[in-house]
């Protein structure tokens, strides 16, 4: 079935940093993208999403690219922040866009220090 | 202005007991969700409707129905509450089934500890 492998961490950076956050899925066809971000206590948040191969989310300076030959959509942002600490979910799309649930990975929890 | 919304925020309760959950969700959107997030915080889908008609059950006990009376409204009861049922859980929805009609918004979630 679809599946999707993102580095779990924690990842700890200072702030500033350059980040990057893997994500890699297995999907029978070509499933819409996502990237959700969960603050401390709260519920997730859409950060960015792509809905075909080369096609570039953005958002809050965080970006990814929907890479068909690679399977992936790795999470990046060039100067991190405090206020970006939470986990990040890469998930991936029912096929065809049918009623069916998103397909998440573990999370990764970001630890940003000053 | 909340775009989906879920009470209570926080349920503590004990074995045994049944409770429910409500989700609303004010976007017009034609489909809705439940997720359950465990405490490593691994989302998995649980069911889904589409204009008040059950889409998807995913290997659910029993002893959780969804309900929607509407097709801005989605509970969740569940029945008999067991230790292995304490999670977040979380209500989302989309516009629709259709290519590029399927970002979900989700709500706050509701905290539930079964003692």
């Known amino acids: 079935g679809d599946s999707v492998t993102q580095m779990e961490g924690p990842v700890t950076l200072s702030e500033e940093a350059f980040l990057t956050i893997n994500c890699t899925y297995t999907a029978t066809g070509y499933p819409s993208l996502f990237w959700y971000v969960q603050y401390p206590g709260e519920g997730l948040q859409l950060l960015l999403k792509a809905t075909k191969a080369d096609d570039k989310g953005s958002n809050k300076g965080f970006e990814a690219t929907y890479r068909k030959e690679t399977t992936s959509f790795h999470l990046e942002k060039g100067s991190v922040q405090v206020s970006d600490s939470a986990v990040y979910f890469c998930a991936l799309g029912p096929i065809g866009g049918g009623a069916d649930g998103l397909t998440f990975g573990k999370g990764t929890h970001l630890i940003i220090q000053p | 202005d909340t775009a989906v919304s879920q009470t209570p925020k926080y349920l503590v309760t004990q074995m045994g007991n049944d409770k429910s959950i409500k989700c609303e969700q004010n976007l017009g959107h034609d489909t809705m969700y439940w997720y359950k997030q465990d405490s490593k915080k691994f989302l998995k889908i649980m069911f889904s409707?589409?204009?008040?008609?059950?889409?998807i059950n995913e290997t659910v006990p029993n002893r959780f129905s969804p309900k929607s009376p509407d097709k801005a409204h989605l509970n969740l009861h569940i029945n008999s509450l067991e230790l292995g049922d304490s999670a977040v859980y979380f209500c989302a929805s989309s516009q629709g089934p259709g290519q590029g009609q399927e970002t979900q918004y989700f709500g706050p979630g509701t905290r539930l500890l079964v003692l």
């Open positions: 409707y589409n204009n008040k008609e059950l889409i």
